[in-house]
Each structure stands twice: as structure tokens, then as C-alpha cells.
């Protein structure tokens, strides 16, 4: 069945005390929104609205084409923002679900339920859960699957509030249907606001079929507070770690573990503790990732090992059986199949071909203070400790550079290089220093 979602997101969040708009703050580093999103596409969405209002034209550069979007120009509540899609959809001849940016955990799964709920001739369809504490929660009239209506917590009777079925807000009908609803939708409520949810009682009322799909608890987390915002963090690693494993990815310490919405782990892949994935992260089969690595924009190939300690920035792409060690830091740079920097070194914009070994304290220079430079080195390449590469040079294949050196013209392949001062011994010099300095020590 064809749908379009649409997502609400034109609210400010005056709690979270924040110049950002509510939906653009984010949890497994990616905004709200994109959580959102991922999931509708993931139901099969064919067209997704976005429905803007504060900071707008935010919220519209960061999708980037991504969805469309209409503008809310007045905050009346949730059935006039939903109302705000009808324009976008005037042509359009499938359903369309209602969502929320806000509520970033709402699953494919639900959506598809809802969907297939409405196949069963149900003309309008909401979703509901059971809270463990209902308080604030609009609550649903339902006998079975079969719905009646659905109350605002403000507008409950003493009877009312007894319901433990309550209103996550998710709903979806046929888009004309839904936007007929819509306009009949009064503000006569506690709050003064058209609420998406009365499309129940005027569905009902004219003898319209509605039925309700139940959630899970976990799917109905909103964000309106910074406090709600850490539990919506908490909620979402507890999901990534456990499809994690569940994929076949073996966390040593889960809670120490922290991914990215678009963390992509291959099967095998072990995970040491204090491990974080910031985003656009991918590790093959087979690697390992030790114990306190911090990983972002990179990819890791199969049987790579990273760590302890390592930080990969955006760009690193780690050969199959490649080593990066401890305090090791690698940016816009490739590091070839089996190729080793194994201590404390930075690669930056650098080539390094397959069988090559980084020694330690090996730098390099990349940035003259205004531009960045590339650097290549070919295959079973040696750099030698404490060397320093001023980028851009090109060393060929197995060419070895000795320990301590500065490498700043093209080395061809297989030349050994030595570019240090010549060491020079003085006799006897040493202890008689270090007596004088001793002796001006008493």
C-alpha cells in the first residue's frame, strides 16, 4: 500500500532552553528528525512532508531534499500542523500517517501494523501503549481494536482517567479522508487547540471504522526537556546494543559501548570496553575495536584491528589485516591492506600502501598554516620512529626511512633515507657536566 508520512516538527521546545529547534537536537548523533525519517522510509514511506514551523529554514537545509516540507505559520496544535500537508498532498492517492519529530522511536514495524490494520478496513487508524504512570497522556475509548474516541488528559472525566490505554498520536487514513477530518476539527478544548486526535470522535460520529495498534512503551519516549532528551539517549544506545549483538557483534561491555543512528557493524566484529562510534561509521567482519577508541566518518575493513586509544577522524579508511595502535590518530587517510601504525602517530591526508610499517612518533606534516598537503607511500614502505614526513613527498615502494629522520623531497623506491644531523661524541664531556650542575645543586 502506497503512504506518505507526515512528520510534525514546527514546534520551538521552549524546555529545552535552546536557539536550536526542538527536532534538530540529537541522540545517537544524528537530530530527531533523522530518526524519524529513517524509520518511515524504512516502512516503505513513498513520500515524506515535514511539517516546519521555528527555525524552518534549519530544519529544511538539513534535510536537503531529504523530504519535503510545509510551513506552519500558526502553532495551534497538532491537527492544524498536520493540515499544514494538505497542499503537498492534494494528488496524492494513499494513505498518510501522522508522526512526530519529537518522538524518535516510533518503529517500522508499528508503522507497517498501522498500515496493515487499515487494510483490514479500518478508515482511520491510531496507535496507543500502556505506560507504567498514564499521567499527561491523552487516553483512548477503545472496546477490542475497535476506537471511539480518543481524550486529552486535561479534557478526562474522573472515569476517564482510570484507562490505562493511552494516545501516542500516531495516526493514519486515507489522505483525502484525513484531511477531510481535519477540517471539521474544533479548538473548543481546554488548551484552545485543534488537536489531531478528535479525527477519532468525527470518524466515529460518522460511522467511519477505526481501530487502534498497540506499542510498545519504549516507542512512545518524547523529547520536550534536556532530562528527556539523556533518557531518549539512553533508550536509543539500549536498542543499538542489543540489535548490535543480536546481529552478531560481540560487545565485551555493552553499557560502555556508544553508536551512531548509522553505525554499521559486520558480523564477528568484537568490541572492547569505552568504545565510541560517532557518525557515518562502518566496520567490517572480523575486526576488532579495542578498549577506549573513538571512531568518526571511517571505515574499518575486515580483520583490522583499532586500538587501544586510537582516534580514526573522517576519512581514515583502514585496509583489510591493518593495524592503528595506541595514540594513534588517523585522518583523511588510507591505510593499506596490512599496513601498520601501531604507536603514537598522526597520518593526516595520506596514501600508505599495503605491508607498510609506521614506526613510532612518526608525524605527518600535512598543514603549512593554510593549506593541506597529500602524501603517498608505496607498498612495504619503512618509517623509522620519531621521523617527520613534510607533506607533500611520495616514497616508493619498500624505500626505508631511518629512525629520526625529516623527509621533505620525493624518495624513490627502494632508497634508504637518512636526513638527521650528523651525532657527535664528545669526550669526557658528559660526566663533567653533569658534575658542574650537580655541584651547583648543594
Do not use: W
Not at 332 to 350: E, M, P, Q, R, T
Request: glycine fraction near 12%.
Amino acid at each position: 500500500m502506497e503512504f506518505a508520512s507526515i512528520i510534525l516538527a514546527a514546534g520551538k521546545g521552549s524546555r529545552m532552553k535552546s536557539d536550536l529547534p526542538k527536532v534538530m537536537h540529537e541522540v545517537g548523533h544524528a537530530p530527531m528528525i533523522d530518526h524519524v525519517l529513517k524509520s518511515a522510509y524504512e516502512a516503505g514511506a513513498t513520500r515524506n512532508i515535514v511539517v516546519v514551523g521555528f527555525c524552518g529554514d534549519a530544519v529544511a537545509a538539513h534535510l536537503d531534499g531529504r523530504a519535503e516540507t510545509a510551513e506552519q505559520q500558526a502553532l495551534n496544535g497538532t491537527g492544524g500542523a498536520a493540515l499544514c500537508a494538505r497542499e503537498s498532498l492534494a494528488d496524492f492517492e494513499g494513505d498518510a500517517i501522522v508522526l512526530y519529530g519529537d518522538g524518535p522511536f516510533v518503529r517500522p514495524e508499528t508503522i507497517r501494523a498501522v498500515l496493515a490494520k487499515r487494510a483490514e478496513g479500518f478508515d482511520v487508524v491510531a496507535v496507543g501503549f500502556t505506560p507504567e504512570n498514564p499521567f499527561g497522556y491523552g487516553r483512548m475509548l477503545a472496546t477490542g481494536d475497535e476506537l471511539a474516541g480518543i481524550v486529552e488528559h486535561k479534557d478526562c472525566s474522573a472515569v476517564q482517567l482510570e484507562i490505562g490505554l493511552c494516545n501516542l498520536g500516531v495516526i493514519a487514513a486515507d489522505a483525502s479522508t484525513l484531511f477531510a477530518l481535519l477540517d471539521q476539527v474544533e479548538n473548543n478544548n481546554a488548551n484552545g487547540e485543534y488537536y489531531l486526535t478528535d479525527v477519532i470522535a468525527l470518524a466515529h460520529a460518522a460511522g467511519k471504522r477505526c481501530g487502534v495498534v498497540e506499542c510498545t512503551a519504549e516507542e512512545a519516549t518524547s523529547v520536550n526537556s534536556r532530562a528527556q532528551l539523556a533518557q531518549a539517549e539512553a533508550v536509543f544506545q539500549a536498542r543499538a546494543r542489543a540489535a548490535a549483538l543480536e546481529n552478531g557483534a560481540t560487545l565485551i561491555a555493552p553499557e560502555t559501548v556508544f553508536f551512531a543512528l548509522d553505525t554499521l557493524l559486520g558480523a564477528d566484529v568484537t568490541i572492547e570496553p569505552n568504545v565510541v562510534f560517532g557518525p557515518n561509521v562502518s566496520v567490517e567482519n572480523g575486526a576488532r575495536i579495542r578498549a577506549f577508541s573513538h571512531l568518526e566518518g571511517c571505515h574499518v575493513s575486515e580483520r583490522a584491528i583499532i586500538g587501544p586509544y586510537a582516534r580514526l577522524r573522517p576519512g581514515a579508511e583502514i585496509g583489510a589485516g591493518g593495524k592503528v595502535g595506541n595514540f594513534v590518530e588517523i585522518k583523511n587517510a588510507v591505510i593499506g591492506n596490512g599496513a601498520k601504525v601501531n604507536h603514537l602517530s598522526y597520518v593526516g591526508d595520506a596514501t600508505i600502501g599495503a605491508g607498510s610499517n609506521i614506526g613510532a612518533g612518526v608525524i605527518f606534516c600535512n598543514y603549512d598554516g593554510v593549506f593541506k598537503h597529500h602524501s603517498t607511500l608505496g607498498e612495504r614502505v619503512f618509517i623509522g620512529s620519531n621521523s617527520a614526513l613534510v607533506s607533500p613527498v611520495n616514497i616508493g615502494d619498500d624505500a626505508l626511512i631511518g629512525t629520526g629522520s625529516v623527509v621533505t623531497k620525493d624518495v624513490p623506491a627502494g632508497d634508504l633515507v637518512l636526513a638527521r644531523s650528523a651525532q657527535i661524541n664528545k669526550t669526557g664531556r658528559g660526566k663533567r657536566l653533569m658534575d658542574m650542575l650537580r655541584a651547583k645543586k648543594k
